[in-house]
């Protein structure tokens, strides 16, 4: 089962941030965040993953609470192009497969 | 090499027929993984290598699922005697074995059974 929580669907005005939480209260301390997203019948697609410190790449940021019992992640300017179902997933280094739950279905509005 | 590549995209079978599906990783990706995922789900876990050798099948790899690795490269996952019920998309997803790696996908194959 996914050890993560996200709520079911957001939306977000295009050219605004979106940010994405996702709550894993039973994270163990070798365990990392990855963030995943998927559009419509395509194939998942990586975005970022990271442990304690927060994470920023060219696609998005990542905020990890010093608890480490939730994320965030930030698309500073979302365009159209980022409305998508977006998967938050923690796993154990040298973890053996990666567990998704249902994710966030994140819809841009112009 | 652009990423994993799975063969085909679209396949229509009929009941209790078989089929067989391709995956191609990323070259020096030595680890491979199978899901799969139906309308509205995340992607399910079914199988994964590393090498040629299959480390974990998941309980949804029913005895009619088969999936191989010959020489370490690309992979293939057999459905015997397909059902409605296997109508799904399966995906393909490679990674090295370093710590921290995070893991490529493919596009998928759709699966229609008729």
């Known amino acids: 089962d996914a050890k993560t929580t996200q709520p079911p669907s957001m939306d977000c005005a295009e050219g605004r941030a979106a940010n994405l939480p996702c709550n894993h209260s039973t994270i163990s301390g070798n365990e990392y965040v990855y963030w995943y997203r998927q559009i419509h019948s395509q194939g998942p697609q990586y975005i970022i993953h990271g442990l304690k410190n927060n994470e920023t790449n060219e696609m998005a940021s990542l905020i990890i609470t010093e608890d480490r019992k939730s994320s965030t992640l930030i698309l500073p300017h979302a365009t159209l192009r980022d409305t998508a179902v977006y998967y938050c997933?923690?796993?154990?280094?040298?973890?053996?497969?990666?567990?998704f739950g249902p994710g966030t279905r994140l819809s841009v509005l112009p | 090499d652009t990423g994993v590549s799975q063969d085909p995209r679209h396949k229509i079978t009929k009941r209790g027929q078989n089929v067989t599906f391709r995956c191609d990783p990323i070259?020096?990706?030595?680890?491979l993984y199978w899901y799969r995922q139906t309308l509205g789900q995340g992607p399910e876990f079914l199988t994964y290598f590393q090498n040629e050798a299959q480390l974990e099948k998941s309980r949804l790899l029913s005895d009619r699922f088969s999936a191989e690795r010959p020489k370490g490269s690309f992979s293939t996952l057999e459905i015997q005697r397909t059902e409605q019920g296997d109508s799904a998309m399966y995906l393909c997803a490679s990674s090295s074995t370093d710590r921290y790696t995070e893991a490529f996908f493919g596009q998928g194959t759709r699966l229609t059974v008729v």
């Open positions: 070259s020096e990706h030595n680890r």
């Open positions: 997933i923690v796993r154990e280094p040298y973890g053996q497969n990666f567990v």
